[in-house]
């Protein structure tokens, strides 16, 4: 069963469970999500009022961005989920898989500092009524970055590859 089909509960019953994934990529991916979808219901929110005409199409835009990066970041979540129970299952040192367990939290954390920069345009031109949702889901997306990019800090030192890791090395 995929994340859009799976209740919050069964989620988050499979992360405290035994099992090795989901585990905290999967969980950035589904916090940034998470910002994501409260920043792309303050842009509705405001689009679809009458009084609000200021800004709409750059908030169209913001919403159409964040709409695509909400599903990203749950199929990332799924990817993460994928990569960390095969590496778990055979860690062998296979730096294929490290490379994968290091470059999907990156992804998370691109998607994130999209999120961020769409949030801003929502921030600037939504309803000031749907402020305090716009900076929540900004909150959570910045927690997400956080999270997704200590895992590739994590991950990147078992790698034996030097041009990857100073490729993919996040800075801050």
Known sequence: MGLESQSIGVFLSEVA???VAPAGGSCAAVVGAMGASLCEMACIHTVNDEEHTDGKPDLVDAGEELTSLREQ???LAEADAAVVAGLSAAFDGNQT???????????IAES?????????????????????????????TEAALR????T????IGYLDNPPFVEKNEPTD
């Open 112 to 140: 994130c500092l999209h999120v961020l920069k769409a949030a801003t345009v929502v921030t600037a031109e939504g309803k000031k009524t749907v402020l305090p949702d716009v900076k929540s889901g900004m909150f959570f």
């Open 17 to 19: 469970s035994e099992s």
């Open 97 to 107: 898989h490290v490379k994968r367990a290091t470059g999907i939290p990156l992804v």
């Open 152 to 155: 590739v800090r994590t991950n």
């Open 147 to 150: 999270a997704a990019l200590f």
């Open 73 to 75: 970041l749950l199929h």
